[in-house]
């Protein structure tokens, strides 16, 4: 059974750094793309990152390119987002799951804050 468990959420001020970890079991992490997602209250859930299984490829949502870094361990089963220059339009709950996602399950998500 697949599972997602995220972590490294926390406040932070306007311009600070974050690091958030997902640790995956239940899949084939080694073949399987990867991303970070993000959700407000009473909006949808956006993705926000996407990495290939091999780490040639990421991509970035317009709004957080060039202060995000998706990265990936697969000796370790992990996915990481390195969040820099953070801004109060990042807070959110945040996910990780396969770049496509079928069947709905989810982890229970990082609550990032980015207040003064």
């Known amino acids: 059974q697949k599972k997602f468990v995220e972590s490294g959420g926390g406040l932070v001020q306007p311009g600070g750094s974050l690091r958030l970890s997902c640790a995956v079991s239940g899949i084939e992490f080694t073949l399987t793309n990867m991303a970070w997602y993000r959700q407000t209250p009473g909006n949808r859930r956006e993705w926000v990152a996407i990495?290939?299984?091999?780490?040639?490829?990421?991509d970035y949502r317009d709004s957080v390119k060039d202060r995000f870094t998706i990265s990936r361990d697969n000796a370790k089963n992990a996915v990481y987002l390195e969040m820099n220059s953070l801004k109060p339009e990042d807070t959110a709950v945040y996910y990780c799951n396969e770049q496509n996602v079928y069947d709905d399950v989810w982890g229970q998500g990082t609550q990032v804050t980015v207040s003064s």
């Open positions: 990495i290939t299984y091999g780490s040639r490829r990421r």
